[in-house]
DNA sequence: AAATTTAATGTAACCGTTTACATTAAATGA
DNA sequence: TCATTTAATGTAAACGGTTACATTAAATTT
């Protein structure tokens, strides 16, 4: 491999001048430039990363930490940031942290000292010292779904509530009265958002009770479990709401596993929009996020910070909707 | 950040020896060893990954490239290598190459540039030229899936004949006697495979004929499709074996769509293990690939050659297991 | 026409490591 | 006892770029 002290030599100028034509960063001679290029070309040169890197303390790498690429939600916010990234010549690096702050932190200290651009946190666990000492050295942040509290960053997510409402009065205009809600972990904001959604349109509702709402974990089998208490405390509901749609599969199947119909006898309704929702039987209605685009904006915010130092610290959030499907039919339809 | 001069300063020694006890590469004094890692506990030193990189051509970081990270065989994969890789302390950069020779070589040419340790190809498009330039630069490669003209690395796949082999003879032993295969794209070598072992067992049957294969894509719209072709061909046949999960997925979608019962009335099979395979109605029974081992295994090999130059350029074939499920249950069980 | 800018380029320090080579003192061998 | 290893350490040159500063010549200003 060519370095710039061939370009250099072969095309009579000073390391400094070809820096300067690669980078455009002084003013040069026209022909020098030419004489510059050619050489270039000649050589097959192209600068070296690690090098450039060390100078200027930017490797062209972001990080991306996920809590797990093998959580159907990931893998599309991860090909959000990556295409983003690809265009423009950065490259993407992968952490699974399993929603633990030490491991977060672990991939910081290691990052860090690759020099990687900026960091993308989809990670309800990150901690708040983590984010400010990383702010501090100047080090471009984006995070999603996380609370606002740190406001010293760029957070997006999509508006968690208002797609829980549509999801609910979907399930009243269908012609559900009694609509349960399986909701996420509470130290998830994504969770307590959806919610709050859910109280807020199913509150008002004649058969509301408050034990219409279980905990879940975001996963299959808790969505499974949750049926189970619901049906014992509520054995005439008529709709669920769950948090995810990883919990509304399980629900879909526990509900098979007894015999009741979806959606004639029961309708439900999961958010996030993964596409195993047009898997299932009967196919789920869901409130999608623009996971994709989630992470393309992800990735644009923070090379905006890193490529012109604009920072926007403000809460973004991009509008869920929903995808009515089999799972919710009103009879008759 | 301190440096290794900050260190050797405070330890009153020269850098040379501080990087001496960091890597434990030449003979030091105990006592003054332990007067540097003293200075290197005060200064919470921690050497830089960069400046390393680039005195010796390796950042610590190896490239996955793969299709597509939103196709469901994938994040086990990644999640695999990823295990292994941080276990180890490296990090892994991520690129979807969409199946395109083209964006493979950008991503070789981009992360050359970079140091990358080595890669991990998951791909049936990577060039032979790019593999066999990359040996010759002494950059460590994995490939998965391949053909084994590449005799210059080593290749990780399933035993995808052996596999499907299985799957056949699960359905004849389930009662089946006219089985059909949707083919994944012959380009891939999985597909060839997978469509051999299916030609060797179900080619003994009596009801077999050559036109009970069609062509898939190995997408679930492809599985779909097939089953439309398959069905005007041989509505009498009792038995599917899909290349893989997604074209099962669409298939099992087509029957339903036309009232046809699985496994009552056809049995369906697919191939990879997917967990989509444990969502559908009937969940479906497949040839599960040990996916996330052969992320790991592929990361481990790599990381032999890149830490001990071991080199192996052998073909390693993991076993593919049977996971049956209600999608093929005999009538009576 | 002298003084001041501006353009074009070069020199060399710096980014933070690793490592080949040199040096010195202590240990071993003949 | 003198020559030869061996251990312990230091010096300085890589690695391959960027960039502050210096220099020179040409263009502007007054």
């Known amino acids: 491999m060519a370095t710039i002290r061939d370009v250099a030599r072969l095309a009579g100028v000073s390391v400094a001048t070809v820096s300067r034509v690669i980078n455009k960063t002084d003013s040069v001679n026209p022909e020098t430039a030419r004489q510059v290029l050619k050489a270039i070309e000649q050589l097959q040169y192209e600068p070296n990363a690690v090098a450039r890197g060390l100078a200027g303390k930017k490797m062209g790498i972001i990080a991306l930490i996920l809590p797990d690429i093998l959580n159907p939600f990931f893998p599309a916010l991860a090909r959000g940031v990556e295409d983003v990234a690809h265009k423009k010549g950065l490259t993407v690096i992968l952490g699974n942290s399993d929603d633990l702050g030490l491991k977060e932190s672990s991939y910081i200290r290691v990052l860090k000292k690759k020099y990687v651009d900026g960091f993308i946190f989809a990670s309800n666990t990150i901690r708040e010292e983590d984010v400010e000492a990383l702010r ?16 010293s960053c760029a957070v997006i997510r999509s508006n968690n509530r208002e797609g829980a409402k549509l999801a609910v009065q979907h399930l009243i205009g269908q012609g559900c009265q009694k609509i349960a809600h399986i909701y996420g972990p509470q130290e998830f904001i994504t969770a307590r ?8 349109v199913a509150g008002g509702l004649s058969e509301y009770s408050p034990s219409l709402m279980v905990q879940g974990n975001f996963d299959m089998e808790s969505g499974r479990k949750a049926i189970e208490q619901l049906l014992a405390r509520h054995p005439d509901l008529d709709g669920i709401f769950a948090g995810n749609d990883l919990m509304a599969v399980g629900a879909l199947k526990a509900l098979h596993e007894r015999g009741i119909r979806v959606p004639e006898q029961v309708k439900v309704c999961g958010f996030d929009g993964i596409s195993l929702t047009e898997i299932t039987e009967p196919e789920l209605t869901t409130v999608a996020q623009p996971v994709y685009e989630m992470g393309g904006l992800a990735a644009r915010i923070l090379l905006d910070e890193i490529e012109n130092g604009i920072r926007e610290n403000k809460l ?3 509008e869920a909707i929903l995808i ?4 919710t039919y009103k009879e008759g339809l």
Chains 1, 2 share one sequence.
């Open 316 to 318: 973004i959030e991009l």
């Open 136 to 151: 501090k050295e100047g080090i471009p942040i984006v995070l999603l779904d996380r609370g606002l509290n740190t406001a």
């Open 324 to 327: 009515p499907r089999k799972s």
């Open 193 to 200: 958002e959806r919610m709050l959604g859910y109280e807020e």
